[in-house]
C-alpha cells in the first residue's frame, strides 16, 4: 500500500500556465507538507497544514496556493508558472501526536516549465 | 533560525569499507529531532536514521550509526561495511520537537561507492 502519493510524477507545461499536484496520504497523520528541491537538490518547506489548517507558510510567491480538503489530502496550485518553478515537489506527512515528528515523504512530482 | 549545514558536497568510499558524513546545525533551542535521510536516484526520500536531542546515547540502525555531539551542535551519519545500494544523496535535517514543525535540511552530500 502507498503512504504518501502524489500526481502527477512528471508534469511538463509551457510558462504561464496554471498546473496543480496533488497529494493523499493513507497514514491516518494530522499533517501534511510542500516542500520543493531545486536543481542543486536543496530541500526547503513552503507550506504545513494540521487539520486542514495552514500552520506554516515560508516565504512562497503567492502564485502557489496550497489546499487541503480534509486531512488525507494537500493540493498545490500554482498559477502563471515561470520558468524558476522547475523543481520536484514533494509532499510529505506526519502526525504531531507522536514523539518523534518523523515525516513520510511522497515519491515527488518533477515540474519543467518551458 | 535553525541551520543546517553539510559541508561535503560529495563522498566516496570503497565497498565494504566505512564511511562518515558530517553535519552540523545551529539552533537555540534545547530539545529538538535530528535526522539523516537518503535520496537515491529514484528520488524518493527514505528515513536512514534519527536522534532525540535529549537522549545522551546515539541511534544505531544495522549498519547506520550516528555521532551526536549537542554541544558541538555536531551530528555526523557512520555507514559501515558500505555497499552498493548505499550510493545516495545524504541530508542532514533538523526538527524542532513540539508539535508538528518543518524539516531544515542541509545541503546534502553525494555518496558514491566504489566497486
Known amino acids: 500500500d502507498t503512504a504518501v502519493s502524489q500526481t502527477p510524477k512528471y508534469l511538463v507545461t509551457q510558462m504561464g500556465n496554471d498546473k496543480s499536484i496533488k497529494c493523499e496520504q493513507n497514514l491516518g497523520h494530522d499533517t501534511m507538507y510542500w516542500y520543493k528541491q531545486d536543481s542543486k537538490k536543496f530541500l526547503k518547506i513552503m507550506f504545513s497544514y494540521n487539520n486542514k489548517e495552514l500552520i506554516i507558510n515560508e516565504t512562497v510567491p503567492n502564485r502557489f496556493s496550497p489546499k487541503s480538503p480534509d486531512k488525507a489530502h494537500l493540493n498545490l496550485h500554482i498559477n502563471s508558472l515561470e520558468l524558476g518553478d522547475s523543481a520536484v515537489y514533494f509532499c510529505?506527512?506526519?502526525?504531531?501526536?507522536?514523539?518523534?515528528?518523523?515525516?513520510?515523504f511522497g515519491p515527488g512530482t518533477r515540474l519543467t516549465v518551458l | 533560525a535553525q541551520t543546517v549545514t553539510q559541508s561535503q558536497p560529495e563522498m566516496s568510499v570503497q565497498e565494504a569499507e566505512t564511511v562518515t558524513l558530517s553535519c552540523t546545525y545551529d539552533?537555540?533551542?534545547?530539545?529538538?529531532?535530528l535526522f539523516w535521510y537518503k535520496q537515491p536516484p529514484s528520488r524518493q526520500m527514505i528515513l536512514v536514521i534519527r536522534?532525540?536531542?535529549?537522549?545522551?546515547q546515539n541511534a544505531t540502525e544495522n549498519r547506520f550509526s550516528v555521532n551526536f555531539q549537542k554541544a558541538a551542535k555536531s551530528f555526523s551519519l557512520k555507514i559501515s561495511d558500505s555497499q552498493l545500494g548505499d550510493a545516495a544523496m545524504y541530508f542532514c535535517a533538523y526538527s524542532g520537537a513540539q508539535g508538528a514543525q518543518k524539516l531544515v535540511f542541509g545541503q546534502g552530500t553525494r555518496l558514491t561507492i566504489n566497486p
Open positions: 510529505a506527512s506526519s502526525s504531531s501526536l507522536t514523539q518523534y515528528n518523523e515525516q513520510f
Open positions: 539552533t537555540s533551542e534545547s530539545d529538538y529531532y
Open positions: 536522534q532525540e536531542a535529549y537522549k545522551q
